[in-house]
């Protein structure tokens, strides 16, 4: 098809000559708080590996580095029907999955948008409850007739939760803006069981997985050359096979058919990445969503790159501008000042303002947020929206560059999902950049590097059916599927 539509305009300061000296010397300085070079880069990168390590080590560390029980690579010849339910951080997806047995897959997903007062009900069992009636709703649908057997679920829960075996998953702590009472510390399976019972779904829940795991295993089912899934949406998070004998907390806990030249997929959880603040350079809004987040000082990495965070840090930074009297004079900031009101897709739609006048941005400020800009403002504001998404997608290779240095890789491809992965707009070729300048390769095309980004779109149902198909076939073999006497 030929483009006819207008072109994005590019990135360059020059067209910023309109924009008054005194705000663009404030936009150098949020340059300079957004910049990450390639030296920080490859310092950050190689404090990952080490993190990585530690947190397989028996004393632990930062990063959770879960064992997620998946402890063979999955052949492709996983067959069969299968539920997957995935609770990310902004929806609820019902999938049903038919593989194929021959590397290939059909999928038939419904998505219900969870209700934002979700994420912090006081009851817990509500949310449990949502889950269990949309996942009713489409079993209802898809099987009219009823079901012979009940149907195999694998259960993708996007939250850290510490794993003894396959189908159980106690949550750590939530993250994401979610805080719902009496879940951390607690097995989620059962509280989902509970509320499947009550309404006599013809369900078995047999693995809680996590997405990023799914994502890894659905890639490697249909490309044996993956080596991570990763997830750039609400949370940024990713997913890699390690070696038993290299899982030191794992040691004497495992039955002897899980031995230590077996693989074991690993759920990194790696948002949590520099809690300590050593390596990632903050900068004052950084620490200001920090302390103003329901869990300061934890999940620093995150904070800095995920989905749910880049509006917010837009949100600051324009009050920042504002505060100091450079922009936005005598508009009603009444919608501004609402922390989260702006989520990614704002940094995301504007950059991708096609209009050399910004006409588009100009229409979703006025109509959204309620304030009206000058086309210089909208010049800065569109720049600071680059500076946060290059920014994002900069420090989000680091969690992929530290698990290939961890694991001696060289090349490999990386199975991608989430929004900001899919849609925010030079995402790709922005993290394709900083994987070159931290392992130094000649520039070319992203598709010729030796780790290549590739979109791994909804593969996470996949992921989970077959995941759900490797556990079942191991329960039916009498084999273990976590620590002995879980
Ligand atoms: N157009 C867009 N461009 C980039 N990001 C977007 C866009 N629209 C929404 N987002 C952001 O994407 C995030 C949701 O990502 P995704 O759709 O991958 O959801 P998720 O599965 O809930 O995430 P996760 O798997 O991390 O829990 C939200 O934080 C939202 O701000």
Same mark, same amino acid.
């Given at each position: 098809?030929?483009?006819?539509?207008?072109?994005?305009?590019?990135?360059?300061?020059? $067209?910023?000559?309109?924009? =008054?000296?005194?705000?663009?010397?404030?936009?150098?300085?949020?340059?300079?708080?957004?910049?990450?070079?390639?030296?920080?880069?490859?310092?950050?990168?190689?404090?990952?590996?080490?993190?990585?390590?530690?947190?397989?080590?028996?004393?632990?560390?930062?990063?959770?580095?879960? =064992?997620?029980?998946?402890?063979?690579?999955?052949?492709?010849?996983?067959?069969?029907?299968? *539920?997957?339910?995935?609770?990310?951080?902004?929806?609820?997806?019902?999938?049903?999955?038919? *593989?194929?047995?021959? !590397?290939?897959?059909?999928?038939?997903?419904?998505?219900?948008?969870?209700?934002?007062?979700? !994420?912090?009900?006081?009851?817990?069992?509500?949310?449990?409850?949502?889950?269990?009636?949309?996942?009713?709703?489409?079993?209802?649908?898809?099987?009219?007739?009823?079901?012979?057997?009940?149907?195999?679920?694998?259960?993708?829960?996007?939250?850290?939760?510490?794993?003894?075996?396959?189908?159980?998953?106690?949550?750590?702590?939530?993250?994401?803006?979610?805080?719902?009472?009496?879940?951390?510390?607690?097995?989620?399976?059962?509280?989902?069981?509970?509320?499947?019972?009550?309404?006599?779904? =013809?369900?078995?829940?047999?693995?809680?997985?996590?997405?990023?795991?799914?994502?890894?295993?659905?890639?490697?089912?249909?490309?044996?050359?993956?080596?991570?899934?990763?997830?750039?949406?609400?949370?940024?998070?990713?997913?890699?096979?390690?070696?038993?004998?290299?899982?030191?907390?794992?040691?004497?806990?495992?039955? /002897?058919?899980? =031995?230590?030249? $077996?693989?074991?997929?690993?759920?990194?959880?790696?948002?949590?990445?520099?809690?300590?603040?050593?390596? *990632?350079?903050?900068?004052?809004?950084?620490?200001?969503?920090?302390?103003?987040?329901?869990?300061?000082?934890?999940?620093?990495?995150?904070?800095?790159?995920?989905?749910?965070?880049?509006?917010?840090?837009?949100?600051?930074?324009?009050?920042?501008?504002?505060?100091?009297?450079?922009?936005?004079?005598?508009?009603?900031?009444?919608?501004?000042?609402?922390?989260?009101?702006?989520?990614?897709?704002?940094? /995301?739609?504007?950059?991708?303002?096609?209009?050399?006048?910004?006409?588009?941005?100009?229409?979703?400020?006025?109509?959204?947020?309620?304030?009206?800009?000058?086309?210089?403002?909208?010049?800065?504001?569109? !720049?600071?929206?680059?500076?946060?998404?290059?920014?994002?997608?900069?420090?989000?290779?680091?969690?992929?560059?530290?698990?290939?240095?961890?694991?001696?890789?060289?090349?490999? $491809?990386?199975?991608?999902?989430?929004?900001?992965?899919? !849609?925010?707009?030079?995402?790709?070729?922005?993290?394709?950049?900083? *994987?070159?300048?931290?392992?130094?390769?000649?520039?070319?095309?992203?598709?010729?590097?030796?780790?290549?980004?590739?979109?791994?779109?909804?593969?996470?149902?996949?992921?989970?059916?077959?995941?759900?198909?490797?556990?079942?076939?191991?329960?039916?073999?009498?084999?273990?599927?976590?620590?002995?006497?879980?």
């Amino acid at each position: 098809m030929v483009h006819l539509g207008p072109k994005k305009p590019p990135a360059r300061k020059g $067209s910023m000559v309109d924009v =008054p000296q005194e705000l663009l010397a404030e936009l150098n300085t949020l340059e300079q708080q957004f910049a990450v070079s390639g030296e920080q880069l490859i310092k950050i990168s190689e404090h990952f590996a080490e993190e990585l390590g530690k947190g397989l080590s028996k004393e632990g560390g930062n990063i959770p580095m879960i =064992p997620s029980w998946v402890v063979e690579y999955p052949t492709g010849k996983e067959s069969g029907d299968f *539920l997957a339910i995935d609770l990310g951080g902004t929806n609820l997806r019902v999938v049903l999955i038919k *593989l194929g047995g021959d !590397r290939t897959f059909d999928s038939t997903q419904s998505k219900y948008k969870l209700p934002e007062e979700m !994420r912090t009900t006081q009851k817990p069992e509500e949310l449990f409850a949502f889950i269990a009636e949309s996942l009713k709703n489409f079993v209802d649908e898809q099987f009219p007739k009823g079901v012979d057997k009940p149907l195999p679920l694998g259960f993708t829960f996007s939250f850290p939760a510490s794993q003894k075996k396959i189908n159980s998953g106690v949550l750590q702590r939530w993250t994401k803006g979610f805080d719902i009472p009496n879940v951390e510390g607690h097995d989620v399976v059962p509280m989902l069981k509970a509320e499947i019972e009550k309404r006599n779904i =013809p369900i078995d829940v047999v693995a809680l997985i996590n997405d990023t795991t799914g994502t890894l295993v659905a890639s490697l089912y249909t490309d044996g050359d993956t080596k991570m899934g990763v997830i750039f949406g609400t949370g940024v998070n990713g997913a890699y096979y390690d070696v038993v004998k290299d899982i030191p907390k794992l040691e004497g806990k495992l039955a /002897s058919d899980i =031995p230590g030249e $077996s693989v074991m997929a690993i759920n990194c959880e790696y948002g949590s990445f520099d809690n300590e603040h050593v390596v *990632l350079p903050r900068n004052k809004y950084d620490i200001q969503i920090d302390e103003e987040s329901p869990r300061p000082g934890q999940q620093a990495f995150e904070k800095m790159s995920s989905g749910y965070y880049l509006g917010e840090l837009l949100r600051l930074a324009i009050l920042d501008l504002h505060s100091k009297g450079l922009i936005l004079k005598d508009q009603d900031m009444t919608k501004l000042n609402k922390p989260f009101i702006m989520d990614t897709s704002y940094p /995301s739609r504007i950059e991708d303002d096609p209009f050399e006048n910004l006409e588009d941005t100009d229409e979703i400020l006025q109509s959204e947020i309620g304030i009206k800009t000058t086309v210089q403002e909208r010049k800065v504001i569109r !720049r600071i929206c680059e500076l946060i998404g290059t920014r994002s997608a900069r420090l989000g290779v680091c969690g992929i560059a530290g698990v290939f240095k961890k694991r001696g890789y060289k090349s490999g $491809s990386v199975a991608c999902d989430g929004s900001v992965f899919n !849609r925010y707009p030079d995402f790709k070729e922005q993290a394709a950049q900083a *994987l070159r300048d931290i392992f130094g390769w000649e520039k070319g095309e992203a598709s010729s590097y030796p780790i290549v980004l590739t979109a791994a779109e909804d593969g996470s149902g996949a992921g989970a059916a077959v995941i759900a198909a490797l556990a079942q076939k191991r329960l039916a073999a009498g084999l273990s599927v976590g620590v002995v006497d879980a």
